[in-house]
């Protein structure tokens, strides 16, 4: 049993643990202390909702739509390429525009909406957990156990990102520091967006 859970928690990290627009966009929101515990919430707990369905069976349903995919990439990779650009005209506006502290918050619901948008508008997502952790669970005697391990790494990963970043406040606490961050965010959110258009 606990074979499983760690099997679990070892393949949800190899997947989890890279950089991309959800991790980018938490990250982003750690540094900034702006709604960070929800924000962690909403992408743990999404992904333990994503990884039980695929655990349930509806990876191979969603595997036998391609159509339901192909369309789900589009419309993720509108939504990345928006935000990229987004992310580009912060890092090109002037330096003390870009200070978190003379800026307002987002409220939370606009954050939530845009963490639930990262998550579920990236076909990544249902690849990795719904149809891939899904699939190699039901190689395990307890399959369960299995999803819990995997959840248990994306809830250890979302919360050391989002409220780990803080530490890295004092190396951020002049603009010109940020200005790179968001250079570098809407590169990354521009090349997710570009992988899943060349996907087909």
Known sequence: MLTSAIAGFVAA???????????AFV????LRREHVVPVVLTCALSDLAL??????????????????????????????FGYAVLAARRALRPTGSLDPAGKAPATLR??????????????????????????????????????L???????TWFAGLGLGARRLGPLLARP?????LDGLIAVVMAVVAATLLLGD
């Open 13 to 23: 990290a190899v997947l989890i643990v890279a950089i991309g627009a959800q991790n």
């Open 27 to 30: 990250l982003r929101q750690g």
């Open 51 to 80: 990884i039980s369905a695929g655990i349930a069976g509806l990876g191979a349903i969603i595997a036998a739509q391609p159509g339901l995919v192909t369309a789900i990439r589009w419309i993720g990779a509108a939504f990345l």
């Open 110 to 147: 606009a954050t939530l909406l845009t963490t639930l948008a990262l998550t579920y508008l990236n076909p990544h997502v249902y690849l990795d957990t719904v149809l891939l952790l899904g699939s190699v669970a039901q190689q395990h005697a307890h399959r369960w156990l299995f999803g």
């Open 149 to 155: 391990g995997a959840a248990a790494a994306s809830f």
């Open 176 to 180: 010109g520091a940020w200005r790179i």
